[in-house]
């Protein structure tokens, strides 16, 4: 099994930035994908960023410009630096990893972006 925890969030005024960190142990099958996913008071979870094995990206339009994930196949370890934070990115983020078969869920890390 795969083993998640997050790192990094907080409260912050519009505006400014956070960076959040995932760090993976366990029984750690490569190739594999990792990625950022939010979920606010009454919406479904979403996509925020994701980044494959090969280091490509996804990023949902709403962060693109904004937010840069990154990560670290050696250490295992999978970033998200926010940027211009705005109230609407307030939310639960979880870090996901998919590898095959098997995925991951972390327990998520609390964003606060007051106005």
């Known amino acids: 099994q795969v083993q998640l925890v997050e790192s990094g969030g907080g409260l912050v005024q519009a505006g400014g930035s956070l960076r959040l960190s995932c760090a993976a142990s366990g029984s750690i099958f490569r190739p594999y994908d990792m990625g950022w996913y939010r979920q606010a008071p009454g919406k479904q979870r979403e996509l925020v960023a994701a980044i494959t094995s090969g280091g490509s990206t996804t990023y949902a339009d709403s962060v693109k410009g904004r937010f840069t994930c990154s990560r670290d196949s050696a250490k295992n370890t999978l970033s998200l630096q926010m940027s211009s934070l705005k109230p609407e990115d307030t939310a639960v983020y979880y870090c996901?990893?998919?590898?095959?078969?098997?995925?991951?869920w972390g327990q998520g890390t609390q964003v606060t972006v007051s106005s």
């Open positions: 996901l990893f998919v590898s095959g078969s098997h995925s991951a």
